[in-house]
């Protein structure tokens, strides 16, 4: 029997009958008195100088009650405090198609839509960059004209561990490839939703369907102008996220700024063409991998560069950065390790965190890499995994910290689950599997503004009928947070999940949490509830042992009972022994938080970005069928393990699991944000190739258990890791069908065709191309406009 | 979300009163060739399933709209398989694809029209909405805001160039009604029906290679029927490429339909959509299979006419290689399908 009572169990999730019937209260669904309906007017321009901004038709307009723009917000904001670069609307310039420029609140939404054609903007427009080789290279044109770097340059990073050097000299044979991961959207299926009440008392509230409503808080106070004390954001049920609600994002300043001014609340929902736009999906990313290898395999050395088109704006770029070269070294054994990753501005829209955060493109080539290693060796991809495996319990040489490592149960689990070496390059022409291991931090080891608080602080409240409330201010996006911190409030008082009312994402209410965000709940939310509990549990321990007249280390509680362990039958129902509590100790409330430990990193430049207290990590098998005269690759089946350390509701992490294999297989196979002269190509759920239920393959979850030391009852993150493996999973099993190498995703009919007819080997970047024609860009500009003229003229 | 523009709604009884309808309202005068798609101010229609979300992205902004829900008949008729079958055209796509009569002598048509977007839309689109289904192009199914960005083309506003191909004197926008090819290979016509009476069309004569002005009838002129003959010694097949198994419109559709003569062909149909602005019958195909044992050879040639009938351009998903390509894939596997069950 379990230790446990409620953690490990398969339970339906406390908030599954909102979720799964509607009732839950998202954003849009809150309706006021009084209330204004918000639209935002967006620039049709790529890049442009604003000239001259005449709201005045609009507000004469019939319906319209209030105009804002950039003006009237004019102070800098943006996720990461160290590179703010946006504004809640543009001032001076727009960067990107669909940058927001100005915001309308009407009596209806009607009137709201038809009033922005009535707002009058000139615009200078300016030539677009729009390739990373264009914003490497252009110095002439600056989207950010006081970046402080080079040409578009947003960030470069060089980091060397080891002695690279000399790696590659050692090595029996060093591998050099190029690779290229296209961009993607998290596609949530909520849009973008914020409600914002500015009363008579002089305090807002922000209802909002963000994933950082602490973070949301700090640029509300800044960009408004008011002390936070008057602020109160409420992150609403988020009806997925996936990291595309992790910004502070315009409509949420306007609904603000609109209803100071106008007295009466004030809503905006985005359309789903402007979540394209909102985006801050994975980044396009461009990258040279270099890997030294021994006679026997042992990597002696690695040589990463990572080149990411950033869009127009920096949101959690500089993280993002880091992200693709930090958890390389992780998985497998590397003596010597050096990175270099640049991070451009380019007139798209913002690329930011989705999960798997800046981690996905890096794994995705070192994974086939090693899979071409293995290949070379005449190993069994698998086999050659487990070889190189980096230890548990052991520095990386870029110094992070390793604790609980799961990697080889992984492998393990997926070999005997899909007997891999039965298949491997054995099964017939078009038929292929293919494998890869990945890990993701349980949440960032640092805070995004330094500071030497709590990432996540929790309070816990015993009712006199027994019943419990969690305060946290993480927020619920669909992936269970707040059933995960019920979980252990529930654990640790020895009462049910349906006992526990978890109150979260509301800044008045709840103490801090920082987010949910790098997959930190379960881990840091998880241990702050944990420890808030724990203190509540002592003294209800001591009150019922006093009672009995047993030692209090006899006393146990489970099933909403606390009893003496000696004689289960002596005890009393839990909420007689919080009377008893409350009796003695006065209310029962108390608080617990949670910081990552100190040494988990090396001290150098750039060393905050990929520590973690506890890394999780993953197996992915993927196998596939590819219609070798259509070039349609069917994935069959996806066979994944996690190694979640402890899973606090098994059905939950399945779910994540799932969840994040099927995204991952979406970008492998289909999915990718792209664009024309800068206009996104297919801004509709229509055209943008997201997997329906009738494409998703057959899927195996298989959790793998590790028991951290550290995480609460030995959890770590279960919801953004598990993407990670698939893609390259998925390549890897192409390469095995058919010996085409997909060195770029996605992996499209239209390119598995065309490398068959033309006996490729290879599909992929060849790197970066020789600076292209500075002029091209302004050339087809302008080619368009004379022939559409030209029409006009001969019509 | 998007709202849809203001607009009135006439809802009419009858088709004999919806032809009075549009005639009062001139709907018949209406060229989109002249005004673009949102200069038409009278529009019918039926299911709504394309007509709404194009309203929405303003690639339609009509000041009338005449519903044709309750003038046309939802029915579908068919006595012995000796004669034909007719089906109203206000049947929903859902109803056409499992009707008995339909699924076991019409076999590509109730494929396509179960093939059609996802079965909440089958059952709200109708048969005689997909036969009339606007053609569809990248830069043409856009908001309102993202065209204005791109700086419209020549579908919505005439004078300005095709996007596509910039020097093409013509809209290049596709013909996408998964039904169609299907209808073609067996034969249909339909009957359209206005102010001036009613007259039967072949469904080929329906279409015309022009991404604008894609029906030859007059947008005064109603489908109200859709008419197939009798299908005995028939056989037909349906295949459509798209990006996902629900949800997309077809980037290649192929209808082929053979009657055998003991072991020779008689007569065979093939038919495409998605490849061009209309959907086209493929006369060179049937002439290679008539008269021969669709053996391999006679399947390769019909495939090749295919392949060559094909004229995809660079403005749905997909590229222009792999459309073409599977056209002829298609075809083959459709006639092997065909000779082999």
């Known amino acids: ?795 | 979300m998007l709202r849809l523009p203001r607009f009135r709604m006439e809802i009419p009884r009858s088709a004999d009163e919806a032809a009075r309808v549009l005639r009062e309202l001139g709907a018949g005068t209406q060229d989109p060739g002249v005004s673009g798609m949102p200069g038409m101010k009278v529009l019918m229609v039926a299911g709504g399933t394309d007509v709404y979300p194009n309203m929405k992205r303003r690639q339609l902004a009509p000041e009338v709209l005449v519903s044709l829900r309750r003038a046309l008949s939802r029915d579908v008729r068919a006595d012995g398989p000796a004669s034909g079958a007719t089906i109203g055209a206000g049947a929903t796509l859902s109803s056409v694809s499992a009707h008995p009569v339909v699924r076991s002598r019409y076999a590509a048509l109730a494929m396509a029209a179960g093939l059609v977007s996802t079965p909440q839309l089958r059952n709200m689109g109708t048969i005689g909405g997909n036969v009339c289904l606007d053609t569809r192009c990248n830069w043409y199914d856009e908001s309102g805001f993202w065209r204005t960005a791109e700086g419209f083309c020549m579908k919505t506003h005439p004078s300005v160039v095709c996007r596509v191909a910039t020097s093409s004197p013509r809209c290049l926008a596709v013909a996408s009604a998964d039904t169609v090819p299907a209808l073609l290979a067996l034969g249909a016509t339909v009957t359209v029906r206005s102010a001036q009476g009613e007259r039967t069309v072949d469904l080929g004569e329906l279409y015309r290679e022009d991404g604008i002005r894609y029906l030859t009838i007059r947008r005064d002129e109603i489908v109200t029927e859709v008419a197939l003959p009798p299908a005995e010694g028939w056989r037909s097949t349906y295949l459509k490429l798209r990006d996902r198994g629900s949800f997309d419109f077809p980037i290649v559709g192929l209808a082929a339909a053979v009657r055998m003569d003991g072991a020779r062909v008689a007569d065979a149909r093939v038919a495409l959509t998605a490849v061009a602005s209309r959907p086209i019958l493929v006369d060179a195909a049937a002439k290679a299979l008539r008269g021969s044992r669709l053996d391999d050879a006679a399947i390769e040639a019909a495939a090749e006419a295919a392949f060559k009938a094909a004229r995809p351009m660079d403005n749905t998903s997909g590229t222009i290689a792999q459309r073409k390509r599977t056209v002829s894939v298609f075809a083959t596997r459709a006639l092997r399908e065909l000779r082999d069950n």
């Open chain 1, 1 to 795: 029997m379990s230790e446990f009572s409620v953690v490990g169990k398969r339970l339906p999730k406390v908030n599954v009958w909102g979720h799964l019937t509607g009732t839950a209260r998202y954003a849009d669904d809150i309706q006021l008195p009084r209330m204004l309906y918000g639209r935002l007017l967006r620039s049709p321009h790529a890049h442009a100088r604003i000239k001259r901004i005449d709201a005045s038709r609009a507000l004469a307009h019939d319906g319209v009650v209030a105009v804002c723009t950039g003006a009237d917000m004019p102070e800098r904001m943006g996720i990461m405090p160290s590179t703010q670069d946006e504004y809640a609307l543009a001032v001076d310039k727009v960067r990107y198609i669909g940058d927001p420029v100005a915001a309308v609140a009407a009596v209806d939404e009607d009137t709201a839509y038809d009033a922005l054609s009535l707002i009058d903007v000139e615009y200078e427009p300016l030539e677009p960059i729009l390739t990373i080789e264009e914003a490497l290279t252009r110095e002439d044109v600056r989207i950010h004209e006081d970046s402080g770097r080079p040409a578009n340059v947003f960030k470069d990073v060089h980091l060397e561990f080891g002695d690279v050097e000399g790696g590659f000299q050692t090595a029996h044979k060093v591998y050099d490839n190029w690779y290229f991961f296209e961009g993607t959207t998290h596609a949530p299926m909520e849009t973008h939703s914020a409600v914002a009440s500015y009363d008579g008392d002089g305090k807002l509230t922000l209802w909002t369907s963000t994933q950082v409503p602490h973070y949301l808080h700090r640029e509300l106070e800044k960009v408004l102008g008011i002390p936070r004390s008057r602020i109160r954001v409420i992150a609403t049920p988020n009806g997925g996220g996936f990291g595309g609600k992790s910004d502070p994002f315009s409509h949420e300043f306007a609904a603000c700024l609109l209803s100071m001014r106008t007295k009466r609340p004030v809503k905006f929902t985005l359309d789903r063409e402007e979540v394209f736009y909102a985006h801050r999906g994975r980044h396009p990313v461009l990258m040279h991998l270099r890997t030294g290898v021994s006679a026997d395999g042992d990597i002696t050395a690695v040589h990463f560069q990572s080149y990411l088109d950033g869009g127009a704006y920096a949101s959690y770029g500089i993280a993002t950065t880091y992200y693709t070269g930090a958890l390389m070294t992780v998985t497998y054994k590397l003596p010597a390790y050096k990175f270099d990753g640049v991070r451009v501005y380019t007139n798209k829209p913002a690329c930011g965190p989705k999960r798997g955060h800046g981690t996905t493109q890096p794994r995705f080539a070192f994974e086939c890499q090693l899979d071409q290693i293995a290949e070379d060796l005449g190993l069994d991809p698998i086999a050659y995994r487990e070889r190189i495996l980096q230890p548990a319990n052991s520095r990386t040489v870029n110094g992070l910290r390793i604790t609980s490592m799961g990697l080889g149960q992984c492998l393990e689990e997926v070999k005997r689950s899909t007997r891999f070496p039965e298949k491997h390059g054995q099964l017939p022409r078009g038929k292929g599997i293919g494998v890869a291991g990945s890990a993701y931090i349980s949440g960032a080891g640092l805070p995004i503004y330094w500071n030497e608080m709590p990432h996540s602080g929790a309070s816990v409240k015993v009712d006199r009928g027994g019943g419990v409330t969690v305060y946290c201010g993480t927020s619920e996006i669909g992936q269970g947070s707040d059933n995960v911190l019920a979980v252990v409030a529930a654990e640790q008082l020895g009462v049910l999940t349906e006992d526990v009312h978890v109150v979260s994402g509301d800044t008045s209410l709840a103490p801090v949490d920082l987010g949910s965000y790098s997959s930190r709940v379960t881990f840091m939310a998880g241990n702050a509830v944990r420890q808030a509990a724990g203190r509540l549990r002592t003294l209800v321990v001591e009150a019922a042992a006093a009672k009995l007249g047993v030692p209090a280390d006899r006393i146990a509680l489970a099933q909403r009972r606390v009893y003496d362990l000696a004689d289960p039958a002596k005890g009393m129902t839990f909420a007689e022994a919080a009377v008893l509590a409350e009796s003695k100790n006065g209310t029962l409330v108390s608080v617990g938080s949670y910081k990552p430990p100190k040494d988990i990193s090396g001290d150098y430049k750039g060393s905050g970005v990929g520590p973690t207290a506890a890394y999780s990590y993953q197996a992915a098998v993927a196998e596939v069928s590819v219609d070798l005269e259509t070039g349609i690759v069917t994935v069959e089946r996806i066979t994944e393990a996690h190694d979640c350390g402890r899973a606090l509701n098994p059905p939950a992490v399945e779910g994540q699991i799932e969840g994040a294999a099927y995204m991952g297989y979406g970008e492998a196979i289909a999915e990718e944000q792209v664009f024309r002269g800068g206009l996104h190509k297919k801004p509709s759920l229509l055209e943008y190739k997201l997997p329906t239920s009738m494409d998703t393959p057959e899927m195996k979850a298989i959790i793998v258990e590790t028991i951290d030391p550290e995480g609460p009852f030995g959890a770590k993150e279960a919801g953004e890791g598990p993407l990670n493996p698939v893609i390259p999973a998925i390549a890897n099993a192409v390469y095995d069908a058919i010996g085409v190498r997909f060195d770029e995703t996605p992996i499209t009919p239209a390119k598995v065709l065309d490398a068959l007819q033309k006996n490729r080997s290879r599909v992929g970047p060849e790197g970066l191309s020789s600076q292209r024609d500075p002029k091209a860009a302004m050339r087809r500009l302008h080619a368009t406009t004379d022939a559409r003229e030209k029409k006009k003229v001969m019509s």
